[in-house]
């Protein structure tokens, strides 16, 4: 039996290619995953004759990030020798592992996430604020725990036993239901929390799935026109003038490199005042950073107070309230979370 | 002839007005709720708007780069090893536990330990993609190489081929077929874990578009488009798969029912899977 | 007394062969993780108490339960409609011809991506994994369908209708036992998609399940948890594999018996 000539030559080539293939790639393919870095020191570029520092910041994609994308369009960051990349990511925690690859220098994170990771022994601090503090002014706070239709729920008392969706069941809103439901004299664990994304809120809220939802802008303007009643505005009620997101770096990068993080901070703090002042500008970085439409991007509301301060106080506060429920078992002294110049 | 191949086409071009009809008809009628799901009109002109920009190419370019240096180097390091386990028998035991137990695992189970080891990178990606090409297809090669058929084995006895020569004229061009069958279903895998690397991850591409446009309402119709390119794309690479697997194996046996009577059949699968 | 003693010798090698590496590769990573100070890649022995006190004896067995019964039920569902429909798909060429491109076009769609719109319209909940497990995992046993019925020698075919036997009858007892091969390993790959999607599908919006688990220690920062998490997953993926063969061997017994006489090395 004769295999016929071009099989053969096929079959040679084939196994030739992919030999070279792997070859190439074993030898190529990067050495770094045998040791796993716990808190490595980044492989930015900062080369100290190169006028400009390459970082990369990741963060997660909402409206309070219009100071953080005008420092960014505008030249700010650049003016401060900074070249910042920005890498859109799903929530904290995916941003605090890229942070521990060594891949990203700075990210955005929640005081909850920053809390418990610092009390795991991983050492991350404040380097920045987002866009200012959480506000105490309900007006400018675009979260909300509203209550669906036809629940009969008209306080924080109605919530025992209920269903309550939340963006994640670590995060501070989730937190804050617990504390106000222990405020008001229920049993916290006795509300049943269910982590949905803000996009599907509205829908579990009119359907009856669940029965209250602690839900943000623009969702929370759906789940009203659904029916849906606003209880209260959970951060402004416990967390007014608190930090409760910052943008944050590892330890061990802003020993190394002190210089980039104060040019960060003051990048950053030069942003967020002149974003108190120009309101509209800064949101319209939000039609590329969102993809939003320009209508949409001027009808966002910001949370924030415009104060770039950090607050290690209301640190402390969130820190006891995380103790209390069990979240954490250590409190890391609140000012080892925060860096400051 | 003409006129069963015009047929066909008409009536695929049917089945998909009746499929997008009903979509803009659901929309429309609210049975689906306008602020949860875009309509079939919206998605279509966020679909035109984003091909006629950059956007859209740059994304697909950016998830390409993920699943082809993923499925290169999967596939190759699949072929060498799945090769050498099928030639030996005690390899093969020793090694098949393994390669089931990984090969159980669910990529996207692992996304967490690949993010802090690489970050969203590209190199994440890659990384995760090759893994989840990996283990299927070095069951499947393996499966291939042993799977002679044995006349051709017998035969090949008779002609007193050993070795070498051996393996370069019978052993692999009678697992070629297994190994494209393996190849195919790696094309599609490869892509389908870049792209949920990218959504879950984040980074670039179609999946963190998707991403993106998850963030506001007025963006789901562009969220949608996305994931309709997302399936295109599959649907393309399978096609150029094909008709390369053809192409390379028209020698085989098995590729001439198919090519006698059904010219358009991008969506064959399995010959035969490992057991 | 060494007569006896063989046959159990020749398994205890067999085993030996089959485990060795298994048992390096837990060693090298016991040793060298033993005393890790690092969150996210901690101690082997510690990821193995977890799943001791969580998975064997603990809380997550309810998350195993819940999850176990998504699959199986979604997974059901998806090779009842999957060669439901491929057989539909086959008898009707028109029909067949007319949806091919989408069938694969609905094969390749990333499942994450369907999440929020299974939510938007099935809500949380029991509905919605079985849904999304039984869309997802529904596809490779409905192409393998088509085509191994379509692979049908047709020989038998051409025998079967100077039988005059009718359409039922061919459908039943010539075509699906020829394709049966080719529609079992659809059914295996369906398996292997029914398993990814079930933790998918309990990624997001969920209150129970092995998804859940694995994202809840993930937010946590809980990585013994996540780690046990994976090793369960994989665990379910490699028994539920071997249930699957040896029931395949069962049922598919009369063709392998007859690949064998054929002498196929195996």
């Known amino acids: 039996m004769r295999i016929d000539d071009k099989g053969r030559q096929y079959a040679i080539a084939a196994l030739l290619a992919a030999t070279a293939v792997a070859a190439a790639a074993c030898s190529s393919s990067p050495s770094s995953s045998s040791t796993p870095p716990a808190s490595t020191s980044s492989s930015t570029s900062s080369g100290s004759a190169a006028a400009v520092t390459n970082v990369t910041l990741g963060y997660v994609p909402y409206s309070d990030d219009a100071s953080l994308f005008y420092a960014v369009d505008s030249g700010i960051f650049r003016q401060h020798g900074l070249n910042v990349s920005l890498v859109p990511q799903a929530s904290p925690v995916a941003v605090e592992a890229s942070m521990a690859s060594g891949t990203e220098q700075f990210g955005f994170v929640t005081t909850p996430v920053l809390v418990n990771l610092n009390s795991k022994g991983v050492g991350i601090k404040c380097v920045s604020s987002v866009d200012g503090s959480q506000p105490s002014n309900p007006a400018d706070d675009s979260t909300v725990l509203v209550a669906a239709k036809g629940s009969g729920i008209t306080s924080v008392k109605g919530l025992a036993g209920k269903d309550v969706a939340e963006v994640q069941l670590t995060s501070l809103n989730s937190l804050a239901v617990e504390v106000l439901a222990k405020q008001a004299g229920i049993n916290p664990s006795s509300i049943h929390q269910v982590a949905i994304p803000f996009a599907q809120m509205p829908a579990a809220l009119a359907q009856g799935r669940v029965q209250a939802a602690v839900i943000v802008a623009p969702f929370a303007s759906t789940a009203t026109a659904d029916g849906a009643t606003v209880i209260t505005h959970p951060n402004v009620d416990l967390f007014p003038n608190a930090t409760v997101t910052c943008l944050d770096a590892m330890s061990s990068y802003i020993s190394s490199n002190p210089t980039v993080v104060s040019e960060f901070r003051a990048a950053m703090d030069q942003s967020i005042a002149y974003s108190q002042n120009h309101q509209s500008v800064v949101k319209q970085t939000l039609v590329k950073g969102l993809t939003l439409t320009p209508a949409v991007a001027a009808a966002q509301i910001l949370t924030t107070n415009w104060n770039a301060t950090l607050n290690p106080a209301s640190i402390t506060l969130i820190e006891g309230y995380m103790k209390e429920f069990g979240i954490i078992t250590t409190e890391p002294a609140a000012s080892s979370l925060i860096w400051n110049p | ?275 | 007394m060494p007569a006896n003693l063989l046959p159990y010798l020749r398994l205890a090698g067999t085993a030996l062969t089959r485990a060795w590496l298994f048992i390096v590769f837990f060693g090298v990573w016991w040793f060298w993780s033993a005393g890790s100070k690092n969150l996210y890649f901690p101690p082997l022995e510690s990821i193995v108490k977890a799943l001791w006190t969580q998975w064997a004896t603990g809380p997550a067995r309810a998350e195993l339960a819940s999850s176990l019964e998504h699959l199986i039920v979604g997974y059901v569902i998806a090779a009842c409609l999957g060669i439901g429909i491929g057989a539909a798909l086959w008898s009707l060429r028109y029909a067949r011809e007319a949806t091919s491109p989408y069938l694969y076009f609905l094969y390749v769609l990333p499942a994450p991506v369907l999440v929020p719109a299974a939510l938007t319209l099935f809500g949380i909940g029991f509905t919605m994994k079985v849904v999304l497990i039984a869309f997802a995992a529904m596809w490779p046993t409905l192409l393998n369908t088509m085509d191994g019925m379509r692979g049908v020698d047709t020989v038998k075919l051409d025998t079967s209708k100077s039988l005059g036997l009718p359409r039922w009858r061919n459908l039943l007892q010539v075509v699906l036992p020829a394709a049966a091969p080719q529609i079992v390993a659809g059914l295996r790959n369906s398996l292997q998609v029914a398993i990814i999607l079930m933790v998918v599908s309990e990624w997001v919006a969920s209150t129970d399940g092995i998804g859940y688990y694995i994202v809840n220690a993930q937010e946590s920062f809980d990585y013994v948890d996540l780690w046990s998490g994976i090793i369960v997953l994989a665990i379910i993926g490699v028994v539920a594999n071997l249930l699957f063969v040896a029931v395949e061997n069962r049922v598919l017994y009369w063709h392998y018996g007859a690949r064998a006489v054929e002498g196929a090395s195996r």
């Open chain 2, 1 to 275: 002839m003409i006129s069963r191949y015009l047929l066909r086409y008409r009536l695929r071009l049917a089945v998909l007005a009746v499929a997008l009809g009903l979509w803009q008809g659901l929309s429309a009628a609210g049975v689906i709720r306008s602020d949860e799901f875009p309509s079939m009109s919206q998605t279509a002109t966020a679909l035109w708007d984003q091909a006629s920009t950059s956007t859209l190419w740059t994304a697909v370019g950016q998830t390409l780069e993920g699943w082809g240096i993923g499925l290169a180097i999967g596939a190759a390091c699949a072929i060498l090893v799945g090769t050498l386990i099928g030639l030996n028998g005690f390899a093969y035991r020793s090694v098949i536990g393994m390669v089931e137990f990984f090969k159980a695992i669910p990529v996207i189970a692992i996304l967490p330990i690949a993010l802090l080891l690489w970050g969203v990178t590209l190199t994440m990606k890659y990384a995760l993609v090759a893994f989840a090409v990996f283990w299927p297809l070095v069951i499947q090669v393996c499966y291939g190489v042993r799977s002679l058929d044995p006349v051709v084995r017998d035969t090949a006895t008779v002609l007193r081929l050993r070795g070498p020569r051996k393996f370069a004229l019978v052993t692999m061009p009678s697992a070629a077929p297994f190994i494209t069958t393996g190849l195919r279903v790696a094309v599609a895998v490869a892509l389908i874990v870049d792209i949920i690397a990218e959504l879950i991850g984040g980074g670039s591409g179609i999946g963190a578009r998707i991403l993106l446009a998850e963030a506001d309402p007025s963006a789901y119709p562009i969220e949608y488009a996305y994931i309709v390119v997302a399936g295109l794309l599959g649907v393309l690479l399978a096609s150029v798969f094909t008709i390369g697997e053809r192409w390379v194996l028209h020698w085989h046996e098995s590729q001439r029912p198919v090519l006698a009577e059904d010219q358009n059949y991008p969506e064959r699968t399995e010959v035969a899977v490992a057991r």
